[in-house]
């Protein structure tokens, strides 16, 4: 059974129906301070009428400020009398603003020094600040140690050094996937001793930011990893023809090699000690988590794009043969292997159009593979292969034909061609 909650004050008692919830957070609000003010025996009565909270005075929504900052009044006139001293209740609430300001500050010193502690030199911002930004990208926000345990490594194989004691990248070129449409492209990042840097660009395709972060090591005979790469919103496939700064192993000078590479060779000798030098790299590989699947994406995008610049070219070709969607091909189609065909068949090999596949073997430097696409001979109109045109119903090759065609063409012994097999087939037999 319901029982309904009477409120007692100076005013007249009010009614608090059972049950009842604010509908509003200001209502909530007003709820709990009259129910905190009914503790103190000073309560103002509360109404419900119609989904609006009013007292018994008809106080609105207008009023409720007011109403909380009476509430505060008497909390800091309560603070001062326990103070004392002759302090006003003003003078308490100045001076707690003023300490809880000044903790604000505090607390935020202690974390600053906090995270300088735990965190490497190189991301600190004394360290950031004395670095020379003439060089190289900004530095990365994320440390050296987090972009080796994160990210990709990349190595050099078949890493031959003669004369050099170490290598260091000064400028590192990728090959990478966008992860948002898939999409290949390069990036460029310039490094500046071993610090993290990063990189950023825009998708050549969908236009998204992407970045790595990049963290050169010190590569010689015994360590052929060159950096680590760290991408967001991306990932790494491949590595490009790079530039690498090479020490002298006699008089530690130090030159520039660019365009360093898979297949790379070259011999030379040092400007300052005369030392013989050779540099030779056979091969680079990314070793890491998902690599293999991405460059098995990278791949297949790069097969789609080759065959669709293929296709672009083929019919940029077609358009300067003269040939259009209603007027006929030349010679309609025919030539001079099959002079009874009226079509054109598109190769996927290439994307070109030919009468037939020994035309095609004739004027391309590789062999045909299977059409499954045709132009017709009479109106030029492109469509998967079949008997009859959906554009303008012409038949592809003649409609009356003397050979057997896998048992869709003549099936008429007397009238077959002397030149189709089927003709003399099964006379021998006897009844």
Known sequence: MLTAIWLHCGAGPALLLPGARPQTKQEGVI????????????????????????????????????????????????????????????????????????????NRIEQKDSYSAFNPPERSAASASSAPQ????????????????????????????????????????????????????????????????????SCATCKHRISVAVAPSICHGGCPSVAHVLGTDCHVVQLLHSDVMATCGQCTQEVRIRNVGPGYRKRSSCTECHTKLNLAVEGADILGTGVAHWRQVASEEGDRQTARKQLQDARRHERELGIRVGTPLPEQGACSHFKKSYRWLRFPCCGRTFPCGECHDEQMDHVHEWANRMLCGHCSFEQPYSRECSNCGAAPTRSRTAFWEGGEGCRNQVTMSRNDPHKYKGLSKRS
């Open 31 to 106: 709820w709990r301070m009259q129910l905190a003010a009914l503790r103190t025996g000073s309560a103002v009565p509360l109404t419900k009428t119609r989904g609006q909270v009013k007292s018994s005075h008809g106080w609105t929504r207008q009023w409720q400020s007011s109403g909380l900052r009476q509430t505060k009044k008497k909390r800091w006139i309560s603070i001062a009398s326990r103070v004392g001293g002759g302090r006003t209740a003003k003078e308490c609430a100045d001076r707690f603003r003023k300490s809880r300001s000044r903790t604000v500050v505090v």
């Open 134 to 201: 003439s060089r190289g990208d900004p530095p990365s926000e994320h440390s050296v140690a987090e972009v080796k345990r994160l990210g990709v490594e990349v190595r050099l194989l078949g890493l031959s050094l003669e004369g050099f004691s170490t290598l260091l990248l000064a400028t590192l070129r990728l090959q990478l996937v966008c992860s948002r449409c898939k999409k290949v492209g390069d990036i460029q990042a310039e490094c500046h001793g071993t610090d993290a840097r990063t990189a950023e660009a």
